[in-house]
């Protein structure tokens, strides 16, 4: 009683930080549990699949290394969707978003200009920014000038992004050699490896630091003020002289600029160049992530690192087991249904009713 | 006879007690008023009673009997009626259909809408309520909306009516008619609770009066007579109140704004059609007229939010446009109608909520993000000045009472000192304590030299404030003159359209 009693004196800011980090854990825990629960029902050893995922995320070294490799793409989307959603706005278009920066990126990365590393590494993150930044800035601008549904063009858009970027690295773009993908990067583009032997690099932090600034901007600055305004009250940001077309255009492109982050980090990272169907979902994943994130910045990297240390689990269960690693997918969606539920996880959950009960 | 008996009551939220010990009886076939203001506990204890939530301690007796009501489908049961503030209705189906769902007549396996409208048309003639079974909602008044309410209580059995601020969105005329019903029903062996902050309605009507403050019970089961309003509002706020003051402008001053011939087009008519005033320093023009003539448009265009077809629009000698935000920079203020839609952000927090609109100038940030020592500062001088109940600067402005968000609102805006304010439902869901407090202020800003336009849906707020008053009716202004020409009948009428024929004529001409 007296903890939530000094809770409140500081503003019931405290007070609710850690109900939304108590109601994301108890998601978390329950989705686990439930999916353990189809997992039994369809003849699989939960007990054992979840041994398997705890090894490929935690086990050793390598294992943790992966984890956060897997953790920073979704970093990046989680991130560029709450950004978004901060301006109450709806972008399903993170995936195409970072296609766009994927291949920006891509094509700077392997073009020769005779730069050293400390600019064309900058160079070529740069354009994978913009490039995301534009594709949503456009969606921004449909819907502030034709009052489109940003839900659909970001949808619709998706697909053209997915097959433009497809089309480049079909045709003009295209390396030599069967597959579809571009050039390899030059090594001047490359972010080098943090570890010799580990696949971690610098990405991971330039994620970390970039959710902080977002953090930094949303809860510090007039920008980030006049979005949360414009998010929460859109009369009432009107009426207080606050250009709400403009604010969500300015949102958008920061949103799709970051989403292009994540495609720029991969291919410069990890897979060193555009592959086509490179991405086993990352952007609609970072909607998981910001779901369980409860559209925090600062919760995005915990629920990046946790949904990329489930992904990088998968690989160890694929390979040891026999388990489908579809069970990952499960246990996502089961995060979201609870995370949007929070009463049903109030519901489910006596302790907690007892509790509130106890606390009084 | 007692049909209700609550003894005993507590309630706890998080850090307050809403209800503390409070004793409650209601005699068969009386009307009788719980006084209180915003956030006394008034609601709180009617909710209990009528299961909506349940009380820590206490019990409750109905008709002697002692009963334990966790839910409303359970007072129902017991002959409990509640017709809240806003109303629960579906616009699109008829008054018959509203009244019925719940428990419908059926003819086996579908809906028997015609002895439906057979009950509710008993039902009506029975109480004399002059609407039809078969019309729709939403082609009816805010006032015949709520004698739906009523009848949909009657219908399901109610013995004892509980009525949530009735009063709050009819005019001095729907009120007149509420009243008779009232009196009908008290007639017909009905109990009545009526929950209001207005003194006036309950000496006009209530038979005994219960007073909560603060979540105690202050009086209980009072006798109305030789009740004066001014004891009564000494029991709800603690303190003396001055309720009839008024203070008119000793000078009034040059022109401030301008208006020639403002006219906005609407989709089938116009809602402004050719208004003319002018507004003068050192002078509160009021602008009286029931909601939905055009006052609220007529704000939009005043503040920049809405664009009119044809104005001549003059603010101190110079052409006004652009958006809001020009108008703020222009020094013209606004406190909104309606603080939840455009007034505040609820889910920000009150020193957030405090430079809302003002958040651009230099004294709250430097390149781009805010100086919280100049912020908070800011906003612990505002909380202090004006006397906001609130536990800490970040707290969110939600969890706020209606009176204390509305004096964010207020302090914003005035601390801005701003040259001409407009000023919508100043008082609207606040208690007297504030009311009191808020209206003062106005006068002392109108004594500094301001301009004020006040807009209210409260007739007495507008006639204790106003130095000149404008009717307004179907977007035209039907009248401008001093209070003190205007009898309140008089007004009620012009607010109604019943005597600007002559305006009405020109329309079809």
Redesign the interface.
């Known amino acids: 009683m007296t903890i ?2 000094n809770l ?6 405290l007070l ?1 930080a850690t109900e939304t980090i108590r109601m994301s854990t108890l998601s978390l825990l329950l989705a686990m549990v439930v999916s353990a629960i189809i997992m039994a029902i369809c003849r699989y050893n939960p007990f054992e699949a979840f041994g398997a995922i705890f090894t490929g995320a935690f086990g050793n070294s390598r294992a943790i290394s992966q984890t956060l490799v897997h953790a920073t793409p979704l970093m990046f989307t989680g991130l560029a969707f709450t950004i978004a959603k901060k301006a109450s706005l709806i972008n399903i278009g993170v995936e195409g978003q970072m296609y766009m920066g994927a291949i920006a990126t891509a094509w700077i990365g392997a073009l020769d200009f005779g730069l050293p590393a400390v600019l064309h590494l900058p160079l070529a993150i740069l354009f994978g920014a913009v490039a995301g930044a534009l594709l949503a800035g456009l969606v921004g601008f449909l819907k502030v000038r034709f009052g489109s549904n940003e839900v659909i063009s970001t949808i619709v858009l998706n697909t053209i992004a997915i097959n433009i970027t497809g089309y480049l690295a079909n045709y003009p773009l295209k390396a030599d050699g069967p597959t579809a993908q571009t050039n390899r990067i030059l090594p001047t583009a490359e972010l080098p490896r943090l570890f010799q032997g580990y696949q971690l690099t610098a990405a991971f932090f330039i994620a970390i630091a970039v959710c902080a600034i977002i953090y930094l901007v949303m809860n ?4 980030g ?2 979005i ?2 414009v998010g ?2 859109r ?9 709400i077309g403009r604010v969500m255009v300015v949102t958008m492109l920061i949103s799709g600029a970051v989403a292009g982050l994540a495609g720029a980090m991969l291919v410069l990272g990890v897979d060193k160049r555009f592959i086509v169907g490179f991405s086993p979902g990352y952007g609609y994943n970072g909607i998981s992530v910001a779901a369980l994130a409860a559209d925090n910045p600062i919760g995005v990297v915990f629920a990046g690192l946790i949904f990329g240390a489930l992904n990088a689990g998968s690989m160890v269960l694929n390979r040891t087991t026999r388990i489908p690693t579809d069970f990952i997918n499960v246990i996502q969606a089961f995060v979201i249904i609870f995370v949007s539920a929070p009463l049903l996880v109030k519901d489910i959950l006596p302790f907690h009713k007892l509790r509130r009960k106890h606390d ?1 | 006879m007692r049909v209700v008996e609550m003894h005993d009551i507590v309630k706890d939220y998080p850090l307050t007690r809403a209800l503390d010990h409070v004793d409650f009886a209601l005699d068969s076939g009386s009307i009788h008023s719980l006084l209180g203001e915003n956030g006394a506990g008034k609601s709180t204890l009617m909710k209990i009673l009528y299961g909506m939530c349940t009380p820590d301690q206490g019990h409750i007796q109905i008709k002697g009997q002692s009963e334990r009501i966790t839910n409303p489908r359970q007072a129902i049961n017991l002959g409990i009626g509640m017709v809240h503030q806003h109303f629960m209705l579906a616009p699109v189906m008829t008054v018959a259909e509203n009244i019925v769902v719940g428990s419908e007549p059926d003819t086996g396996l579908l809906f028997d809408s015609r002895k439906a409208a057979l009950v509710v048309d008993q039902l009506i003639a029975r109480y004399g309520f002059c609407i039809k079974a078969n019309e729709r909602v939403s082609n009816l008044s805010v006032g015949e909306q709520q004698r739906v309410e009523i009848l949909k209580a009657l219908y399901h059995g109610a013995e004892i009516l509980i009525l949530d601020e009735p009063t709050a969105v009819l005019t001095p005329q729907e009120v007149e008619e509420l009243f008779v019903i009232m009196r009908e029903l008290r007639k017909a062996g009905k109990s009545i609770i009526l929950i209001t902050h207005k003194l006036k309605e309950t000496l006009a009507i209530a038979d005994t009066l219960s007073v909560l403050r603060d979540g105690r019970m202050i009086t209980s089961g009072l006798s109305i007579e030789g009740v004066s309003a001014d004891d009564l509002a000494r029991m709800m706020v603690g303190r003396d109140v001055d309720l009839e003051m008024t203070n008119r402008s000793k000078t009034i001053g040059p022109i401030s704004l301008q208006v020639r011939g403002l006219t906005l087009k609407g989709k089938e008519k116009n809602i402004l059609s050719d208004l003319s005033f002018d507004l003068h320093r050192n002078e509160i023009l009021g602008i009286a007229g029931i909601e939905g003539n055009g006052q609220s448009e007529l704000i939009e265009v005043l503040t920049g939010l809405a664009k009119a077809e044809a104005i001549v629009f003059q603010h101190e000698g110079t052409t006004l446009s652009g958006d809001a935000h020009d108008f703020i920079q222009l020094k013209i203020g606004h406190v909104p109608e309606d603080r939840s839609t455009r007034g505040l952000i609820k889910e920000m927090t009150v020193e957030e909520n405090l430079m809302l609109g003002y958040h651009r100038s230099p004294r709250f940030n430097r390149r781009g993000f805010f100086r919280p020592s100049a912020v908070r500062d800011f906003a612990q001088r505002m909380i202090k000045d004006y006397t906001i109940k609130t536990g800490s600067s970040r707290q969110r402005c939600g969890s706020l009472s209606g009176g204390n968000q509305q004096k964010v609102v207020i302090a914003r805006v005035f601390s801005e000192d701003p040259d001409l304010i407009i000023v919508a439902q100043p008082t609207r869901g606040v208690d007297i304590g504030a009311m009191h407090y808020i209206h003062e202020r106005l006068f002392e800003l109108r004594d500094q030299g301001k301009a004020i336009l006040l807009v209210s849906a409260d007739l007495d707020e507008v006639r204790r404030l106003s130095d000149r008053i404008a009717v307004m009716y179907d977007g035209r202004i039907v009248s401008i003159s001093k209070p003190g020409e205007y009898t309140e009948t008089q007004l009620g009428l012009m607010m109604t359209g019943s005597s600007v024929e002559g305006c009405k004529d020109d329309n079809q001409a």
């Open positions: 939530r009693r409140f004196r500081n503003g019931g800011n609710a510090k600055s007039l920008l003020y006049e949360r305004c929460y009250n009369l009432a940001a009107q009426t207080a002289g606050i250009p009084k």
